[in-house]
Nanobody
Framework: QVQLVESGGGLVQAGGSLRLSCAAS????????MGWFRQAPGKEREFVGA????????SYADSVKGRFTISNDNAKNTVYLQMHGLKPEDTAVYYC???????????????????WGQGTQVTVSS
């Protein structure tokens, strides 16, 4: 399995931007599709977006489409979540996850992911 560590969370005002990073170690990073999920207090974990192994395909939840962008740097074994136009409802703990076998049609299924990071808190003030 691959080990994942998120960073970059923090407190930001509504309309601001943050970039989260997810550093991977342990296995060949390029062999995994990577997903971002988030969980707000009292709510279930929800899909944010994902990027294919090759980095050529991405998918986003409707709630973040047009505001968030996922990219990867295989040389650095890191995947990024660039967030713009942040809203108070984006407040959550953000997790990255790695999947050896997942199809684009099931990116949003958390059960398809084999490894998870510990999460990083994002708080958006109004």
């Amino acid at each position: 399995q691959v080990q994942l560590v998120e960073s970059g969370g923090g407190l930001v005002q509504a309309g601001g931007s943050l970039r989260l990073s997810c550093a991977a170690s342990g296995r060949t990073f390029s062999g995994y599709s990577m997903g971002w999920f988030r969980q707000a207090p009292g709510k279930e974990r929800e899909f944010v977006g994902a990027i294919s192994r090759s980095g050529t395909s991405t998918s986003y939840a409707d709630s973040v489409k047009g505001r968030f962008t996922i990219s990867n740097d295989n040389a650095k074994n890191t995947v990024y979540l660039q967030m713009h136009g942040l809203k108070p409802e984006d407040t959550a703990v953000y997790y990255c996850a790695a999947a050896r076998t997942v199809f684009s049609s099931t990116y949003a299924d958390a059960a398809k992911y084999d490894s998870w990071g510990q999460g990083t808190q994002v708080t958006v003030s109004s």
